[in-house]
Each structure stands twice: as C-alpha cells, then as structure tokens.
C-alpha cells in the first residue's frame, strides 16, 4: 500500500499551459516535501510545507499543505520546457521513524 | 562540489555477484539516507544513520544487503548474491538533523543492472 498517493501519474502539456499535481494520504505527515528528479538524476528540493493550510511560493510554482496535514497540491503557473522533470511528493509521519515517504510521483512533459 | 557523492555512477553486475556501493555526504552532514528506486516509482527507504549508528532498516532490506557507516562520515552498501530483481538506482542522501523536517540532499545515484 502506497502512503502518499500521486496524481496524475503522468501529464503532457504545451508551454504556457497551468497545471495542478496533486498529494494525497489517509495518514497525518508532520511535514510534507516536493522534490523535482530529472533522469538520471537524484531528486532535488523544492519546498518543505510545515503547517497546515501554509501556502509557499517559488516563482512560478505553489505549493499548499492541507489544513489536516494529510495532503497537498502543487500548482505550476505558465509550464515551460524547463520544467519536464518527475515531481516526487514526500512525507514524515508524525508519530514514527526516521524515514522520510515517497510517492510514485508525476511525471511532467511540458513541449514547446 | 561539496553537495553528495555516489560512485560508481554505473554497475553492471552477474547474477550471484557481490556488489559495493559508496555514498560521501555532505561534510556538516550527522544523517545519512539509503534508498531505492526502480523505473516508474519513487524512492522506497532503505535504512537511516544517524552519525555511525544504524537507527532503522526497511523490511526491503533482505539479510543480502548491509549497509555501514563506521566512522560516521561516508557509508557503505553491499549486496551480496546479487539478484535481477536487485537491479534499480540506489540513492543516497544526507541531512543535516538540526531540524526534523526531513529535508534530503540526493546525490545522483548509483545505478545496478543485474543481468
């Protein structure tokens, strides 16, 4: 069983298009992370969300954190080709471990 | 580059093989991360230390493979009596445990074929 659930798995679009990726789990994170991984390539941070309902801008991308905790969404405004890559969303559970939890990611393919 | 270094970048391996990967992270670096990742998924956790001790192991983690980090700084991943179903990128990864966001730093990965 998958913790963090990714949607959609994969999505094509054309430069200048919005598109929202999202998050989601039936478990409470403490903190929740997206990561950008290009092939070949270990993932790279994003953005760490922390409360609940906290929103963060980077450019051209939004993040939020469910109010619960238990979801999020990443919002990409204007896509460019430079933004082809595997968004990977990764949890810590509250209450256990050390391990920090991967979704299966969305694979993004933004053409010119 | 200070950020983390996996070698090697490629492994080809037989079946039955011994294999050793090699993971230096970032020097300020006390938590060191192992994980595995096959196409079409995201990372799976492999094992977690925190300085030289091994502080947890996934069930993923058969008895083929052990991982040690014996001074504390860079670490070791060995699998023995390789499988093709071993085959996948291994990704190693640091923090620095100041603050317990789970904030990772990836190197680039070593990948194992396993044929």
């Known amino acids: 069983t998958q913790l963090l659930e990714q949607s959609p798995q994969f999505l094509s679009i054309q430069e200048g298009e919005n598109l929202t990726v999202y998050c989601n789990s039936s478990s409470v994170f403490s903190s929740l992370q997206w990561y950008r991984q290009e092939p070949g390539e270990g993932p790279v941070l994003l953005v760490t969300v922390v409360t609940g309902g906290e929103v963060k801008k980077l450019k051209r991308l939004t993040f939020q954190f469910g109010d619960a905790r238990k979801d999020s969404s990443l919002h990409i405004t204007a896509a460019q080709p430079g933004d082809t890559g595997l968004y990977l969303c990764?949890?810590?559970?509250?209450?256990?471990?050390?391990?920090?939890?991967f979704g299966k990611g969305t694979s993004l393919l933004v053409t010119p | 580059d200070t950020g983390v270094s996996q070698n090697p970048r490629h492994k080809i391996t037989k079946r039955g093989q011994n294999v050793t990967f090699r993971c230096d992270p970032i020097?300020?670096?006390?938590?060191l991360y192992w994980y595995r990742q096959t196409l079409g998924q995201g990372p799976e956790f492999l094992t977690y230390f925190q300085n030289e001790a091994q502080l947890e192991k996934s069930r993923l983690l058969s008895d083929r493979f052990s991982a040690e980090r014996p001074k504390g700084s860079f670490s070791t991943l060995e699998i023995q009596r390789t499988e093709q179903g071993d085959s996948a990128m291994y990704l190693c990864?640091?923090?620095?445990?100041?603050?317990?966001?789970?904030?990772?730093?990836f190197g680039e990965g070593s990948r194992l074929t396993v044929l």
């Open positions: 020097s300020e670096h006390n938590r």
């Open positions: 990764a949890g810590a559970l509250s209450n256990s471990g050390y391990a920090l939890n």
């Open positions: 990864a640091s923090s620095t445990g100041i603050a317990d966001t789970g904030e990772l730093f």
